[in-house]
């Protein structure tokens, strides 16, 4: 079994920073492309940032030069690094892992989070 376990919401002002973390855990072999998603109430799923096993990114345009993701192959883990945060950045944010368990029976899946509420507001 993998799990993926977020860390790091809460509420901040405007204007504020906070740094999410992501740990896969479990029957590991590989771990390929892992991203963040954000959902707001009442609103689709959307994507925030994406990277590589080999640390290439892609960002949403509403949050380019203001997050920063990253991630450490050894630990298994995942960061997003959000600066200069909105009241519209306000939403609960997903990770989200493309994890290879077993390569000698091609098994791998697509895996999530469970959420962590991220709050912008003075």
């Known amino acids: 079994q993998v799990q993926l376990v977020e860390s790091g919401g809460g509420l901040v002002q405007p204007g504020g920073s906070l740094r999410l973390s992501c740990a896969a855990s479990g029957t590991i072999f590989s771990i390929n492309t892992m991203a963040w998603y954000r959902q707001a109430p009442g609103k689709q799923r959307d994507l925030v940032a994406t990277?590589?096993?080999?640390?290439?990114?892609n960002y949403g345009d509403s949050v380019k030069g203001r997050f920063t993701i990253s991630r450490d192959n050894a630990k298994n883990t995942m960061y997003l690094q959000m600066n200069s945060l909105k009241p519209e950045d306000t939403a609960v944010y997903y990770c989200?892992?493309?994890?290879?368990?077993?390569?000698?029976?091609?098994?791998?899946?697509?895996?999530w989070g469970q959420g962590t509420q991220v709050t912008v507001s003075s």
């Open positions: 990277i590589t096993s080999g640390g290439s990114t």
């Open positions: 989200n892992a493309y994890i290879i368990t077993d390569p000698r029976r091609a098994s791998s899946g697509n895996y």
